[in-house]
Each structure stands twice: as C-alpha cells, then as structure tokens.
C-alpha cells in the first residue's frame, strides 16, 4: 500500500468525524491526536509518552471506558507537570476532542491500527502526514489553503536560495512548517540524510538549522507534529511574530517564508519596537522583518511570497520597497499564476532577495519573470507541477545572472516573459512602483502603459459623452416641433 492509499483511508475517518460534528477545518488535529501516539510506536520513540497512555494501552479500550480514558489522555499529556517533553506538551496543548459517540472513536482508533504501517514506515512517516495535510488544504470545504502553500512551489523557492549545511534558516510565517521541512530535506538528500556530517554538524541541522513562528495554535500544534515526523528539533515557537515575541528572530542566513495577507485585525498596528516603518498591513510588516532579519554579510538570502500590492502601495508601502531595495540586492521578481492557492483573483509573486553588507545601494536591477499571462489554467484538477518552473529555474542563474540577457530584449523578443529594469527606472516609476506588466493573455498584445490606456479609454468616454449629448439636443428639437 503507497502512502497516497494510506492518505486516502486517514481522510475517510472524516466522514466518521463528520457524522459526530467534527468541521472539516478541525479534521486533522483530531486525527493528530491519535496518529502521534501511533507514529511514535511506529518509530520507536514513546519514551516520553506515560507508559499508561502509550498507543496499545489506548487501542486496548473500547466503548464508554475509552472516550473517558482518552479524554484524560488529552489533558494530561498537555501538562507539563504530567508529561516533562516540551514537544509533547505543544501538540498536546489545550488539547480537547469533539468526538462524542465511543463507538465513532473506537472505530478510528482501531482503522488507523490495521493500516499497512510497514509501507508507511518504508516511504516515510513524515510524507505520509504531510500528505494528509496537502488532501486537507486541496478541500475547498476546509478552509485550509490559507496557510498551506503548495510543495512545488516551496521546493523551487528551496532549490533557487540553496540552503547549506550550517546555515540558520527560518520561516517567520511558518504555517505547518513546509518550508523549512523541504529544506531539511533539500540538504539530506545531498548529504546522504546527513550521514555524511560529524556529530556537531548533524546535531546542529536537527536543533538549530531550523526555525520558526505561527500564530495559530492549531496551525502550530500540525507544524511541532509534522517537524517531529521529519526528525527535526528546531526551534518553533507559538506566537506572534509582529510583536516582541518575535524579536528573537535575527541573523539567518536564509527566510522561506509564505507570510499571511491582509491587516491585522481592528487595523491595529504591529506591536514590534523594532520597526522602522509602521502600518497596519501585516505583509508588509512581515516584509520588514525578514530583510532585517538577515545576516549583513552580502551572502544572505530570502525567497519571499508577497501579494501585487506590496510591489505598489504607496506611502509607507512606497518607503518599505525603498529600504528592502537599499539594504538587499532585490535581484528577482516571480510573479505566479492565478489559481494555484488562495482565493480567487488574488495575484502573488515571490520575491528573492539577498541582504547587502551596508545599508545603501545594493539593488542595481531588478530581473521580472512573468508567469502570469499565457499560462495554462491552474486549479484543484490542474495544479502547479515541477515543469511549470521548468524554463525560470534554469533561468534564475544564481551565480551568473548575465545569462538572463538572451531572453529580455525587447525588440528581439517584445513577448519575452523575462525583462530587466535598473534601479534608476525603476525609481522614475510612480511609487516607485515594481508592478511591471509587458505580456497580457493575448499573442498581439498592447505594449501601451497604463496611463496611455487610461487616457485613450477617458478620450474615447468623452466622444460618447458629447455624441449622447447631441442626440438630445436633436431629440429635444424634434419634441418642440411636435
């Protein structure tokens, strides 16, 4: 059995959960629960857990005496006077079941027993959680594509900022912690899962290489669990990162991170004593904090996913673009498909900066890709694949740029998805706007600006102005001769 079959049986328990009123959106924290204690037996590692609430003493019990005895289990093994694990204490924190019917849990508990774990245990434990996370967020009904970012998009933001070993990376957004598991495992697959390191080194990538920050206790409880599956021991913490919880996070040498859209809530202002720039707007609040994150050592780098407007508010929006501009070479824009996550109509790119070793000057062009117009259509039966990045990645060129040149003349290729706009055109920008558009859906497409656009549509408004405005003339001049 592949661990896509075993996906598929975890995700039909949510018909058993949903029968007993569990939400699509609470689906897989309460599968959480249970698979922990199944996971850990399968791998090896209940010491931590109280012998009593180990997975075959909890799959030993059946009826009423199971529901109370697993109830308990809840509580207790989110109590750090009970349970001494920090780890277990997290996934287990303020832990509580919507299960009410004894014979709906047992059922689940006795299923996710006689599931073929050895094929499970083959193909890895982590993917297979992982995978049942990405058959969550694939549920329109869940709610869950708000902070689940597809793998593919993840692993080429990995794959283009090239993580190595020794190096301190984290994800101030971290969601269910994706991005810094495919970067876990970018560098074991290079490593011979780190088997060819010292001692300090490996020890190293297990507990430091990786950190992060979310907000959402759910959201963290699924991330320490998917961390833990994947053998990772960072630093992962519960909170807000825009406010003074947050400050701990400095001097990476690299940020992956998907941040969350929108204002904080009320329009309340980031909490942060350390911002330079105040505002409401949570990304570019984000923004601020990942550039100033990184190390000044003209090496350190960040793959950034950011909604259109922040390539063009103005104001506080216009003064961020300047500093990230100024502190980082902003080498690379993608700006992404419609229809690959989040709601409908909403634009998104990713942004791939390194921070310079001063404060001033550092971005000199800014390469744009488009992979927005003349794409193929993207959504739940269509979603994006590793060859969708296929002609950016070997374009992207992190150590020789210059080989972009071929694709961006305008002339010889006026369609080109790639173009190059210095610094100084890019400041004659209104807003010093990066909202740089050149291809549209159509072959023969309006090279026309904006504004020329704009202009053309009010001139040929006011035509059909004055053409109505005639014809009542002339309809007035025939009711005074009737």
Known sequence: MTNQEIVQKLWNECNVLRDDGVSYQDYITELTYILFLKMSKEQGQEDDIPEKYRWDSLVSKEGLELKNFYRQLLLDLGNPEIVKSPRINAIYANASTAIDEPANLEKIIKDIDELDWFSAREEGLGDLYEGLMEK?????????GQYFTPRVLINMMVRMTQPKIGDRCNDPAAGTFGFMVAADQYLKDKTDDYSILDEEQEEFQEKEAFSGMELVPNTHRLAMMNQYLHGMDGRLEQGDSLSANGKWMKNFDVVLTNPPFGTKKGGERATRDDLTY???????????????????????????????????????????????????????????????F???????????????????????????CDMRHQMRSFGKRNPLNKKDFAEFEKLFCVDDRSKRKETWDAKKNPNGRWRKFSIDEIKKRPNTSLDITWMSEEENHDDRSMGEILKEMNEKSKAISDAIAELNKALEGIDDED
Not at 136 to 144: I, Y
Not at 295 to 301: I, L, Q, V, Y
Not at 303 to 308: I, K, L, R, S, T
Not at 345 to 363: M, P
Request: net charge positive.
């Open 136 to 144: 969550n967020a694939s549920e329109v009904k869940s709610g869950a």
């Open 278 to 340: 105040q505002t409401s707007n949570k990304q570019l609040n984000f923004l601020q904090i990942i550039y100033n994150s990184l190390k000044k050592d003209g090496k350190a780098r960040a793959a950034v996913v950011v909604p259109d407007n922040v390539l063009f508010a103005d104001g506080i929006g216009e003064q961020i673009r300047q500093d990230l501009m100024n502190k980082c070479n902003l080498h690379t824009i993608l700006r992404l498909p419609t229809g690959i």
């Open 342 to 368: 989040y709601a409908q109509g909403v634009q998104t790119n990713v942004l791939f900066f390194t921070r310079g070793e001063s404060d001033k000057d550092n971005t000199k062009d800014v390469w744009i």
